[in-house]
């Protein structure tokens, strides 16, 4: 995590609640789209918004 407005446990517990759902958006990007690929997700609250830039996150095997 690069910048949060969260205090750290709480920013580390939604980094790793995002990496569950950057996966599923990869996969639905894909299979949309094989020549295409998720470079950004964008997901906005009354309260928060949260700004993902999953390249940086590696993939799993």
Same mark, same amino acid.
């Given at each position: 995590?690069?910048?949060?407005? =969260? ?32 470079? =950004? ?21």
């Amino acid at each position: 995590m690069i910048r949060s407005t =969260f205090e750290a446990a709480r920013g580390q517990h939604y980094a790793t609640l995002m990496s569950d759902l950057i996966r599923v958006a990869r996969d639905a990007v894909a299979k949309a789209d094989d020549q295409d690929e998720l470079t =950004f997700l964008r997901i906005r609250t009354k309260k928060n918004e949260i700004m993902i830039c999953p390249v940086l996150i590696p993939e799993s095997s």
